[in-house]
């Protein structure tokens, strides 16, 4: 005779068991990373990031100049030279010369702020 009441307890029970394990790796070590992502795909928007990008997600983000920004979340290195961490990409943002004067990226005059926002819009390009 099947036991549907048992089923559900059981699935009740690995359920939680799932969610504890999530919760435990919120509270942890990986905290999700500061900024905005809404107001950095705004960001890029007004300040011609699109001109020389091709960005996921963002209207008229075309541009061919620079390399692509899909899956840029995913990729080992910036600009080929840069650990693609986070903090290391809104260092990049705020000031790409500075990482590599060779680069043909300009310096935009962005604030860390705003830098912070971007970077997390581009966390979500994976
Ligand atoms: C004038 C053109 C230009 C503009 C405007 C520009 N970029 Fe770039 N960007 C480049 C070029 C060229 C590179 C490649 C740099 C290199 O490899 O040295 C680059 C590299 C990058 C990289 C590293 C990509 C990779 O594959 O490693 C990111 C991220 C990036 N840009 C984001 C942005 C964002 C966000 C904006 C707007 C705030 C922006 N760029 C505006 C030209 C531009």
Redo the contacts with the bound molecule.
């Keep these: 005779m099947p036991r549907p009441e048992l089923h559900r307890i059981l699935l009740g029970i690995a359920a939680s068991l799932l969610l504890a394990g999530c919760q435990d790796y919120w509270a942890g070590t990986s905290e999700p990373p500061p900024g905005d992502p809404d107001k950095g795909a705004e960001?890029?928007s007004s300040?011609?990031?699109g001109?020389?990008?091709t960005?996921p997600g963002i209207i008229g983000a075309d541009?061919l100049?620079?390399?692509s920004?899909e899956n840029?979340a995913l990729?080992g290195?910036?600009?080929?030279?840069l650990p693609?961490t986070h903090d290391n990409?809104v260092q990049?943002?705020m000031d790409?010369p500075a990482v590599?004067p060779?680069?043909?990226?300009?310096d935009?005059g962005?604030t860390q702020a705003q830098a912070t926002d971007?970077a997390a819009y581009?966390d979500t390009l994976k």
């Design positions: 960001l890029i300040q011609g990031c001109s020389c990008h960005v541009g100049a620079g390399p920004l840029i990729r290195y910036l600009a080929g030279v693609n990409m990049w943002l790409p590599d060779r680069t043909a990226m300009p935009l962005l971007i581009l």
